[in-house]
């Protein structure tokens, strides 16, 4: 018994121990309660950009962010089941258009790089602006 036992052990546990390897290195890897996937711009990959996953139906609003990788890559872990509104912000873009995503789901999303710094700080302000606006004015 003990024999069949530990045969069964060793058959599986290759099996088990492959399908928790990412399905090719640097891939993006999600559960059934998580958003992730690849933001990129005109630039390439986007990094160091939040990633903004809202929701309103829980009765309130329900927001988690995250920011990507060095590749531009970002995982928004540990969802309640719902259906999420997601977007990128960052420095020199604006707001990108918002995509319903549910958790357990790839979305790879598209920045947007903004015309100019004028829009961009509507969106995002670096904080030397908003401290010379202060000094500025008195």
Sequence with gaps: MVAVGIAVLLTAWPVTWLSAQPASPGAVQVDNDDIGGVVTSARGPEAGVWVIAEMTE???????????????????????????????????????????AEPGTLVDLEAVIAPNATEAAQYYPAIGSVLKVEMDCG
Aim: aromatic fraction near 12%; avoid cysteine; glycine fraction near 10%.
């Design 58 to 100: 829980l009765g309130t609003r329900f927001a988690k962010m995250v920011v990507t990788d060095a590749r531009g890559r970002y995982v928004v872990p540990d969802l309640p089941k719902a259906t999420y509104n997601v977007w990128v912000r960052g420095y020199g873009l604006i707001d990108s258009p918002e995509v319903k």
